[in-house]
């Protein structure tokens, strides 16, 4: 395409409003443009990288057996409040109303509408298993958008949803798209790992997040360069998987809370939003207060809560779950804050959380992710473990390090939870009728072409892996008053056209240095100048990469593309 009828507003200075590097690549490349906090245009550049990315989730999945639908984003109030989510989503859920004051919600995830589509539309175990996905704009009023396409209130998801009669079938085809996840993000070109995520009470096979290695990811996960091993840390959880035999030495008693909180309150404290199943635990080991959070963003398995062990809990939940909680669980919050308003039994809890940001395995390892400035000291509590750096590995593989990382992927094992909620039932072989086990599996698609450009840059701009750059070459003429140039340059243009070369022809009136700057800035693979050997058939040919140029004869280009 010509570059002088091409809509890519580069900039020269750093846009103030952006600290991270793809952020300020994306807006200083002309890629992206904000629209409002946390929303965004995507310029051609943009368009084209993003359906890069989307063809390549696309082909996976499609691969992995997976069947693209299209779901609205606009739905019905009715579903959310169906499954409760209408309340637990608090603010991150965007609402409105429509004409006739009927309550609707913009699609932040897709399980109710899904469940309730296979509800009415399918209902023999005949057609199971099956995989519905799409790859669609999502809708999160998020508490801090920030970071531009890495954590936006509009962003483009590729999310999934499998069916199946039993766990078995489940268990398949969960396989296969964590395995098409990773080929996923290998054709991406990053560097990622698969880690363990919210593995304490969910067992630790039941959900996984794909994690981009960065500086500026927002989790800090555990893991080892010599093993596969890799476990998301952010779940801060302070006990351990005790099995009921354990509980009799451990030194447990039941605690009194003066101040019982509502949920609400203990969300509003930790800086959260109320998730639906969250529970705060309060118990007290060793005159020590320990207040677990489990997050509430998927089913906190109960059946595997009991079997942790069977001390005397008070929580802060509802009386209801305080009758169903008979065991303390894994995964809080994050960086806890501690409000003056915390009674005292819940500060202390608070503090032991703020000393201690842990994660933890299947195994009941726990992890320290050791914060220099704390001189924390290491506490250990029956089987309940600490890994610091350097430890070795819970598999045995070399040795455990920390590092930060941005989600780009999760896949997750819902069980019965949403065709239970939706009443979503098939004929089983007996005829008799069943819920529906379920899968989701969720890719930022644009959260993932930002993280790209965090692992693909250097200091003069954007260095696009081939497979993902928004062209394959980049085509300029550093001289369009001169003809011969002009002739030469559209000739070359023609001619890598019809050799299929997706090529941008930088043809503007601009000066060499414009032009070399946003090239450089753009990141196109390939670069071709045409320039004063122009007469004699000659052009300079560049790696984007490496900077290694040469001069070229024109007859050549082509197979150096090839
Ligand atoms: P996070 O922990 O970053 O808030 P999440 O766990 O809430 O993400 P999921 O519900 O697991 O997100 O959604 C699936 C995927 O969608 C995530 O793995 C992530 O890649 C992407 N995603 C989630 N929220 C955003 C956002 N605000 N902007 C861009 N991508 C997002
Ligand atoms: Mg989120
Ligand atoms: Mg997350
Ligand atoms: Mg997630």
């Not at 990811?217 to 099995?243: F, H, K, L, R």
Request: proline share 3%.
């Amino acid at each position: 395409m010509r570059q002088s009828n091409l809509l890519i507003p580069t900039l020269r200075e750093v846009p103030a409003e952006a600290d991270l590097k793809s952020h300020q690549l994306l807006l200083k490349a002309g890629f992206i443009r904000q629209l409002a906090s946390g929303v965004y245009n995507f310029l051609p550049l943009g368009k084209r990288v993003l359906r890069k990315v989307e063809n390549i989730v696309r082909e996976e999945m499609d691969r992995a057996g997976a069947q693209e639908i299209q779901m609205p984003a606009l739905q019905p109030a009715e579903l959310w409040q169906a499954t409760g989510r209408w309340e637990t989503m608090g603010n991150e859920l965007m609402r409105l109303k429509d004409r006739h004051e009927r309550d609707f919600a913009l699609g932040a995830t897709h399980e109710e509408v899904v469940t309730a589509l296979v509800r009415d539309e399918v209902n023999s175990y005949k057609k199971l298993p099956f995989t519905l996905y799409q790859i669609q704009a999502k809708y999160r009023d998020e508490k801090r958008p920030r970071f531009g396409l890495l954590r936006g209130r509009e962003f483009l998801m590729k999310d999934a949803y499998s069916f199946h009669e039993d766990f078995d079938s489940l268990d398949e085809t969960y396989e296969v798209l964590f395995n098409a996840y990773k080929r996923i993000f290998e054709r991406c070109g990053l560097n990622f790992r698969a880690v363990i995520a919210d593995s304490g009470a969910m067992g630790g096979k039941d959900t996984h997040e794909f994690m981009v290695l960065s500086e500026v990811g927002e989790d800090t996960i555990a893991y080892s360069d010599e093993s596969e091993y890799a476990a998301n840390v952010e779940m801060a959880p302070v006990v351990a998987n005790y099995s009921k035999s354990d509980t009799a030495e451990l030194p447990l008693e039941k605690v009194e809370t003066p101040n019982v909180k509502t949920m609400q309150e203990v969300a509003d404290y930790l800086g959260h939003s109320l998730q639906e199943g969250m529970k705060a635990i309060m118990f007290k080991v060793d005159e020590e207060f320990v207040m677990v959070v489990t997050r509430g963003d998927h089913e906190v398995n109960d059946v595997k809560l009991k079997n942790l062990y069977d001390a005397d809990i008070v929580e802060l939940a509802t009386e209801e779950e305080t009758k169903q909680v008979v065991g303390a669980g894994f995964g809080s919050l994050g960086p806890i804050n501690v409000p003056d308003s915390v009674d005292v039994i819940a500060d202390q809890a608070v503090e032991y959380l703020v000393n201690a940001t842990c994660g933890a395995n299947e195994d009941g390892h726990h992890f320290k992710n050791v914060n220099p400035n704390r001189d924390f000291q290491v506490k250990q509590y029956a089987d309940v473990r600490f890994i610091l750096e350097g430890d070795p590995s819970p598999d045995g593989n070399g040795t455990i390090k920390f590092a930060q990382g941005i989600e780009v992927g999760h896949v997750f094992k819902l069980g019965t939870k949403y065709a239970d909620a939706l009443n979503a039932s098939f004929l089983n072989k007996e005829g008799r009728a069943e819920k529906y086990i379920m899968g989701c599996y969720g890719i930022g698609v644009s959260r993932t072409l930002a993280a790209i450009v965090e692992q693909y840059h250097d200091e003069s701009g954007i260095v696009w892996p081939k497979k993902l750059a928004p062209f394959e070459a980049h085509l300029i003429n550093l001289n369009v008053k001169k003809d011969d140039q002009v002739e030469l340059a559209d000739q070359l243009y023609n001619k890598l056209l019809d050799a299929g070369i997706d090529v941008l022809y930088d043809d503007r009136n601009e000066r060499a240095g414009v032009k070399f700057n946003d090239s450089d800035l753009i990141g196109v693979p390939y670069r071709i100048v045409v320039g004063k050997r122009a007469n004699e058939g000659y052009i300079e040919f560049k790696h984007r990469e490496t900077g290694d140029q040469e001069d070229i004869h024109i007859d050549e280009i082509v197979s150096k593309l090839k």
